[in-house]
């Protein structure tokens, strides 16, 4: 045997490339099938036979969204497609920061939601056109695009997730459930207001993100928020507890609706903490300026729970 090859050095690397290499193939393998996954879901979505006038599910759902309304997601881990470090980053968030807190009242009594966004106008040539649920994006933060802005039956389609939970906005004198309602002036003044505010807030961060490449970090930003809540130091750390939360949050101050009493209050927001009425919760809570409200949730989106 050759003095090169009997070296300790070399058996020792040997070793620590077999103990990187044997664990990363079933992990390539999983990566492998959640991207195969992914591009048949597309694919299905794309060539979807649509039938004029006829409605699915999915349609009626998206008819009742409209701008300032927030989407929660009950994400399965696994089918992140966008890489082993978003897969993890979906797990710590569930296992921190989905947790049960004793003595919370949650609006609904299951699910870990871990992921949110919030509706947003598309570009529209008149302001009319701008609430119609053909025209409605899904602003959120996520590890494949960034910061980005989508379709939302498109997104609603493609969603894998165990549940997709709807919370509708409601502004100060507007009744929602009601048909035959027809806003003041000030209700319409103050919509008009969140509508222009979110298309302005979608455009600015869409293109800050391209700019820094917020997508290369959003896994990575995470952990470290996920990891900041669970040692106590979210009151601290520079990182969101949850970026997406902090996103929704920091749209919906912009527009008017939820309240900024201080600069922390989006960065220390998490997922969970939408389903938290602030009249039953002092902390961990979304809090909405006076008039406005979310309303019940509704259950956009169900599949199994595996």
């Known amino acids: 045997m050759s003095p090169i090859s009997s070296s300790p050095k070399l058996r020792l690397a040997g070793k620590m490339v077999a103990s990187l290499a044997v664990p990363s193939v079933p992990v390539l393998f999983w990566w492998k099938s959640a991207v195969d996954d992914r591009a048949k879901r597309a694919e299905d979505v794309k060539t979807k036979i649509r039938i004029p006038s006829v409605q699915t599910i999915d349609d009626l759902m998206v008819e009742k969204c409209k701008p300032g309304d927030v989407l929660l997601f009950d994400r399965r881990c696994h089918k992140c497609a966008s890489g082993p470090m978003a897969s993890f980053s979906c797990l710590v968030a569930r296992g921190l920061l989905c947790g049960e807190d004793k003595g919370a009242t949650r609006s609904v009594e299951t699910g870990k939601f871990d992921h949110?966004?919030?509706?947003?106008p598309g570009d529209t040539a008149t302001k009319a056109q701008a609430a119609d649920p053909s025209n409605l994006l899904l602003l959120e933060a996520t590890a494949s695009e960034g910061i980005v802005a989508r379709p939302l039956l498109t997104r609603l389609e493609m969603s894998q997730s165990r549940t997709v939970l709807l919370l509708p906005i409601s502004s100060p004198g507007e009744r929602r459930n009601d048909e035959e309602f027809e806003p003041s002036k000030k209700t319409a003044r103050l919509q008009q207001r969140l509508v222009?505010?979110?298309?302005?807030?979608?455009s600015k961060w869409v293109e800050e993100s391209k700019k820094q490449n917020y997508a290369g970090g959003h896994p990575t930003l995470g952990v470290f928020g996920a990891l900041g809540y669970a040692m106590n130091l979210q009151k601290t750390s520079p990182a969101p507890v949850s970026p997406s939360a902090w996103l929704v949050v920091s749209a919906l101050q912009d527009a008017g609706a939820a309240e900024n009493i201080s600069a922390r209050s989006a960065l220390e927001t998490r997922v969970d903490d939408f389903l938290r009425d602030h009249r039953f919760n002092e902390k961990d809570t979304v809090r909405l300026r006076p008039g406005w409200?979310?309303?019940?949730?509704?259950?956009?989106?169900?599949?199994s729970r595996s």
């Open 116 to 120: 949110c966004g919030v509706v947003v």
């Open 293 to 303: 409200k979310f309303l019940a949730p509704v259950v956009v989106r169900e599949m």
């Open 196 to 202: 222009t505010n979110l298309t302005a807030f979608r």
